[in-house]
């Protein structure tokens, strides 16, 4: 079974809701992006390593399914992990939860792409990153 680690945790504010009140769809997908860049970092694709070797990931593919409503005040977080690995590829999973509750009120997955940041062309996922999201899936992450 895949190991989770916990990427975000925040609160809805009142200007990420829409007229009917709750946080808009577009504060859901900017959270998760930001739990995608915590679990990259995770595997080690960090900031820093983008920058100095060229690479980077971007998103091919994105599913979410909301399944309850948020409120301004809300506490949240999200956990992700790691469910499928290619040679050029990552598959995220993320869950976010409403912290008080402890309801599962989203989840999306997230298909990310190993690229040559200059050539912008699609590149074999480095071994180190490839071994840690093993692991993760595994359930054995460090």
Avoid at 24 to 30: G, I, L, T
Avoid at 77 to 103: A, C, P, W, Y
Avoid at 111 to 139: F, N, Q, T, Y
Wanted: aromatic residues 8%; proline residues 1%.
């Amino acid at each position: 079974m895949s190991e989770f680690v916990n990427t975000y945790r925040g609160t809805v504010y009142p200007w990420q809701c829409d007229h009917m009140g709750h946080m808009n769809v577009m504060w859901y997908a900017a959270k998760f992006d930001e739990a995608c860049w915590q679990l990259l970092a995770n595997l080690a694709f960090t900031a820093a390593r983008f920058r100095e070797q060229e690479v980077g990931m971007v998103a091919v593919e994105q599913h979410t399914k909301y399944e309850h409503e948020l409120i301004a005040g809300d506490a949240i977080s999200i956990r992700s992990t790691v469910v499928d690995v290619q040679d050029k590829s990552l598959r995220l999973f993320h869950e976010m939860r409403n912290d008080v509750t402890g309801e599962v009120v989203a989840t999306s997955t997230v298909v990310g792409v190993h690229i040559d940041a200059r050539a912008r062309k699609a590149r074999s996922l480095p071994m180190d990153v490839r071994s840690r999201a093993l692991l993760m899936i595994e359930g054995k992450a460090a």
